[in-house]
């Protein structure tokens, strides 16, 4: 069940962080995030940094499952845009190589013509660097290089639950 | 669905409570809420109905804290309980690093507890997976109620196999934590295993 476990290392970490930054300024964006779709937050920038990321995480990853769910009731793969209105803040959400969600936060400092061109490259960046986090992901499989959990012992886990 | 990130030094792993309506799913999320250090916790989020029944899902980020250098966080979600939300509790299911089954002690929620654990298997199935390979910790709650079942017979119907199994009365907190550490725990040692070493 875990062999498709995500794991992102310090260089491509700073690969999508070059793609989110400039995100945030070319869509004069408040804030952009980047999320695996299991809701586990994997970049971030912009003014917002004092919200609540773990939860924006988690709820955008049931958002982005809900109408994922929606689409194949009524016969489409997925709704891979998403686009949120509100009073002084806005959200656009898209599904990036049907694994990655990119949320932009937003308000009338920017525009949704503006925020959907930007995505539009910035999402084919950030889909070819996932994709080679995925190549090399499956390349460590196959090598059987090491994890984390490879070198934690029996001991380690009971320490953790020893408090 | 764990992940690992070298650059912040994080493990991140996905527990899912499952189990049939008002069975005490969120009030085991709720206790672990009440009872965790500030520093170790984050929101706790609820998508219930007006009535609190939970309507898509329940989340609660734990840290747990270090191993190797590594912080290890867990997710914490429980499902919907009610039949008809099944294809809310497929989606939460999706990833899923270890399986807490919360059964309703109470003698005439039975047959509610043997559906709801078949509906697991099923949908665990369809996502390749079997229950006996998943790291999976069964709790029976409600052992505080007068008409809960005799402990035995529910193991039989519901842990042939043996499985970890603990007695809970998730109001009072009885038995919560030790069910969240045998999961924690069993989900650690799975993905050392899985890892190859």
Redesign the interface.
């Known amino acids: 069940?875990?062999?498709?476990?995500?794991?992102?290392?310090?260089e491509?970490?700073?690969r999508i962080q070059v793609v989110v930054e400039r995100l945030v300024r070319d869509a004069n964006a408040k804030g952009v995030f980047v999320v695996?779709?299991?809701?586990?937050l994997?970049s971030e920038a912009g003014e917002m940094r004092g919200l609540?990321t773990?939860?924006l995480a988690?709820?955008t990853a049931?958002c982005i499952?809900?109408t994922?769910?929606l689409a194949k009731l009524v016969g489409e793969e997925d709704f891979p845009v998403h686009f949120h209105q509100g009073q002084r803040d806005n959200l656009h959400i898209t599904l990036v190589a049907k694994r990655i969600i990119l949320v932009v936060i937003f308000d009338d400092r920017s525009s949704l013509g503006l925020v959907r061109l930007r995505v539009k490259k910035a999402g084919g960046e950030l889909g070819k660097v996932f994709e080679e986090v995925q190549k090399k992901a499956e390349q460590d499989s196959a090598s059987?290089a090491?994890?984390?959990?490879?070198?934690?012992t029996?001991d380690?886990?009971?320490n953790?639950?020893s408090? | 669905?764990?992940?690992?990130?070298?650059?912040?030094r994080e493990?991140?792993c996905?527990i899912v409570y499952y189990g049939p309506g008002l069975c005490g799913k969120t009030t085991n999320l709720q206790w672990i809420y009440q009872k965790t250090n500030p520093d170790l916790k984050?929101?706790m989020?609820s998508?219930a109905t007006e009535t609190e029944r939970t309507l898509?899902?329940d989340?609660l980020?734990l840290a747990?804290?270090e191993?190797?250098g590594?912080k290890?966080r867990f997710?914490l979600y429980t499902v919907p309980g009610q039949v008809f939300y099944d294809?809310?509790r497929?989606?939460?299911l999706?990833?899923?690093?270890g399986v807490v089954f919360v059964a309703d002690s109470q003698i005439e929620r039975m047959e509610a507890n043997v559906e709801s654990l078949e509906n697991l298997k099923l949908n665990l199935a369809e996502?390749?997976?079997k229950l006996d390979?998943?790291p999976f910790v069964m709790q029976y709650n409600k052992r505080d109620l007068p008409n809960a079942a005799p402990l035995e017979e529910m193991k039989q119907l519901l842990n042939p196999g043996g499985l970890p199994e603990f007695e809970a009365c998730a109001t009072d907190g009885r038995g919560v934590f030790e069910t969240l550490?045998a999961v924690?725990?069993s989900v650690?040692?799975?993905?050392?295993q899985?890892?190859?070493?």
Do not use: C
């Not at chain 2, 999706?94 to 690093?97: A, F, S």
């Open positions: 069940m875990h062999g498709n476990g995500l794991v992102i290392y310090d491509d970490i700073r695996d779709r299991n809701g586990q994997i609540d773990t939860s988690s709820l049931g499952a809900a994922g769910g059987g090491a994890t984390p959990f490879s070198e934690i029996d380690d886990i009971d953790l639950f408090a | 669905m764990s992940f690992i990130n070298y650059s912040s493990i991140n996905k984050g929101k989020i998508l898509f899902f989340f980020p747990l804290g191993i190797r590594f290890t997710h294809a809310s497929k989606l939460i999706k990833g899923v690093d996502q390749g997976a390979q998943t550490k924690a725990r650690l040692r799975d993905l050392k899985m890892s190859g070493s």
